[in-house]
């Protein structure tokens, strides 16, 4: 797997990713604590997650169009430089009447996000061969579980001993070199996207909503990314109600506190750093869709026999195993949908995968919120169970990787983007 690090544009991008991964990870946790250790109000930081979600919810299927409408190096490029701009405001947050600046800069940076994310899935088939695809996400999947057990630990740290402004300075130069090994990043003419330039506002609109429009139909249309979708969607149902009841099932069921529920959180990426290790040798002894349904069968069990068996050895040790298995169905999927999409559509399909990603946890979120205290914390989680279950049945029976990329029929139209050299 540690091969594909020797082809130097993916090189660059995953650890120009890597080191913009930690950066986030390590306000993640600093600018929650520092908000509420500013407001003293759960709502104020509660409110900050909110509008985090919204641009996930509202814009990640749209800005998957321009994500293939215009050339995706410069679109990363851009964002990460936007995001590191939009940060430095924090620096003047130093009082309660200061923290809507916190808000502005939340909803931006999930803004901007949007057109990263996607922008990063598509470009991964061109910076590495079809046979390296899945190696290529492992090592993605594996930097996010390091960063994800370093970074929170350092932002902590240096909360605690320099102040909210390093944290913040520390993010902001992440994105700088993160930035900065993109544009070292040198890609065929061939993977080169570009945007006719139209004189006409109102005819570039419309060839926009159409190519957005085209993206959806393809998702409705093609057996094998509707199956995909339904299985993530019945993933981050599951997701939701896991975020919304982990706490509760700690402090009542496990009778813990802040110490066991970091142990907890803890020990899904060490298992998701030994996945990301192994599953480039699982997937070549088994089918994407036989994978993808082991994973997410594997998984619902796990964390049912968790639920119901309350003891904290038993969960940290299925904790950790879920982890593994859960880097297995995510990376399968990613590289499955990243095979079987055409290029020119890759950007709106990972768009439209966001939005799913975001409005299904919502889904479920608001299930547990409204239904746990009447049906109880146990049987909600076992709901949440048996959704991973339920997708991996449908896993299983419906999905089949493309022997060739996907496309959809409508013809292309003059407005759509082109090659260039």
Same mark, same amino acid.
């Given at each position: 797997?540690?091969?594909?690090?020797?082809?130097?544009?993916?090189?660059?991008?995953?650890?120009?990713?890597?080191?913009?991964?930690?950066?986030?990870?390590?306000?993640?946790?600093?600018?929650?604590?520092? !908000?509420?250790?500013?407001?003293?109000?759960?709502?104020?930081?509660?409110?900050?997650?909110?509008?985090?979600?919204?641009?996930?919810?509202?814009?990640?299927?749209?800005?998957?169009?321009?994500?293939?409408?215009? *050339?995706?190096?410069?679109?990363?490029?851009?964002?990460?430089?936007?995001?590191?701009?939009?940060?430095?405001?924090?620096?003047?947050?130093?009082?309660?009447?200061?923290?809507?600046?916190?808000?502005?800069?939340?909803?931006?940076?999930? $803004?901007?996000?949007?057109?990263? =994310?996607?922008?990063?899935?598509? =470009?991964?088939? *061109?910076?590495?061969?079809?046979?390296?695809?899945?190696?290529?996400?492992?090592?993605?999947? #594996?930097?996010?579980?390091?960063?994800?057990?370093?970074?929170?630990?350092?932002?902590?740290?240096?909360?605690?001993?320099?102040? &909210? *402004?390093?944290?913040?300075?520390?993010? @902001?130069?992440?994105?700088?070199?993160?930035?900065?090994? =993109?544009?070292?990043?040198?890609?065929?003419?061939?993977?080169?996207?570009?945007?006719?330039?139209?004189?006409?506002?109102?005819?570039?609109?419309?060839?926009?909503?159409? /190519?957005?429009?085209?993206?959806?139909? #393809? !998702?409705?249309?093609?057996?094998?990314?509707?199956?995909?979708?339904?299985?993530?969607?019945?993933?981050?149902?599951?997701?939701?109600? $896991?975020? @919304?009841?982990?706490?509760?099932?700690?402090?009542?069921?496990?009778?813990?506190?802040?110490?066991?529920?970091?142990?907890?959180?803890?020990?899904?990426?060490?298992?998701?750093?030994?996945?990301?290790?192994?599953?480039?040798?699982?997937?070549?002894?088994?089918?994407?869709?036989?994978?993808?349904?082991?994973? +997410?069968? &594997?998984?619902?069990?796990?964390?049912?026999?968790?639920?119901? &068996?309350?003891?904290?050895?038993?969960?940290?040790? #299925?904790?950790?195993?879920?982890? #593994?298995?859960?880097?297995?169905?995510?990376?399968?999927?990613?590289?499955?949908?990243?095979?079987? !999409?055409?290029?020119?559509?890759?950007?709106?399909?990972?768009?439209?995968?966001?939005?799913?990603?975001?409005?299904?946890?919502?889904?479920?979120?608001?299930?547990?919120?409204?239904?746990?205290?009447?049906?109880? =914390? !146990?049987?909600?989680?076992?709901?949440?169970?048996?959704?991973? &279950?339920?997708?991996?049945?449908? %896993?299983?029976?419906?999905?089949?990787? +493309?022997?060739?990329?996907?496309? %959809? *029929?409508?013809?292309?139209?003059?407005?759509?983007?082109? /090659?260039?050299?």
């Amino acid at each position: 797997m540690l091969s594909v690090l020797r082809q130097k544009n993916f090189a660059l991008l995953w650890t120009g990713g890597a080191v913009s991964l930690l950066g986030d990870w390590v306000l993640f946790v600093a600018l929650p604590f520092y !908000v509420y250790s500013l407001t003293g109000s759960a709502l104020a930081t509660g409110t900050m997650f909110i509008v985090q979600t919204l641009p996930r919810l509202l814009l990640s299927s749209p800005a998957g169009v321009f994500v293939d409408r215009w *050339n995706r190096k410069y679109t990363m490029f851009a964002t990460e430089l936007a995001q590191a701009f939009v940060l430095l405001p924090l620096l003047f947050v130093h009082s309660r009447e200061w923290v809507w600046i916190v808000y502005l800069f939340a909803f931006t940076e999930s $803004t901007l996000s949007q057109f990263f =994310i996607p922008a990063k899935s598509a =470009i991964i088939p *061109n910076l590495v061969g079809k046979d390296h695809l899945m190696a290529a996400n492992s090592l993605n999947s #594996l930097s996010e579980q390091m960063t994800r057990l370093v970074g929170p630990a350092l932002g902590g740290v240096l909360l605690g001993l320099v102040g &909210i *402004n390093v944290v913040v300075l520390v993010d @902001v130069a992440s994105f700088v070199y993160s930035a900065l090994s =993109i544009m070292l990043i040198t890609l065929a003419s061939a993977a080169v996207k570009g945007d006719r330039q139209l004189t006409d506002t109102r005819a570039r609109l419309i060839a926009i909503w159409r /190519e957005w429009l085209a993206g959806l139909h #393809l !998702v409705k249309k093609e057996r094998l990314v509707t199956a995909i979708f339904a299985v993530v969607g019945l993933a981050m149902i599951a997701e939701g109600i $896991t975020m @919304v009841l982990i706490v509760p099932f700690v402090k009542v069921i496990l009778h813990g506190n802040a110490l066991t529920l970091g142990w907890i959180l803890s020990a899904q990426p060490l298992g998701g750093l030994i996945s990301a290790l192994l599953v480039g040798r699982a997937s070549k002894v088994l089918q994407p869709r036989v994978l993808i349904a082991l994973s +997410a069968i &594997i998984i619902g069990t796990f964390f049912m026999l968790l639920v119901n &068996i309350p003891l904290l050895s038993v969960v940290l040790v #299925l904790i950790a195993l879920i982890g #593994l298995f859960v880097i297995g169905m995510f990376v399968s999927i990613q590289t499955l949908l990243q095979v079987s !999409v055409a290029d020119e559509y890759r950007g709106r399909i990972f768009g439209a995968f966001m939005m799913i990603m975001a409005a299904t946890t919502l889904v479920g979120m608001a299930l547990a919120s409204l239904l746990a205290d009447s049906v109880g =914390i !146990v049987p909600m989680m076992d709901l949440a169970a048996s959704c991973y &279950i339920l997708a991996g049945i449908i %896993a299983f029976i419906m999905i089949h990787g +493309a022997a060739k990329p996907i496309v %959809a *029929n409508e013809a292309r139209s003059p407005e759509q983007p082109v /090659e260039v050299a």
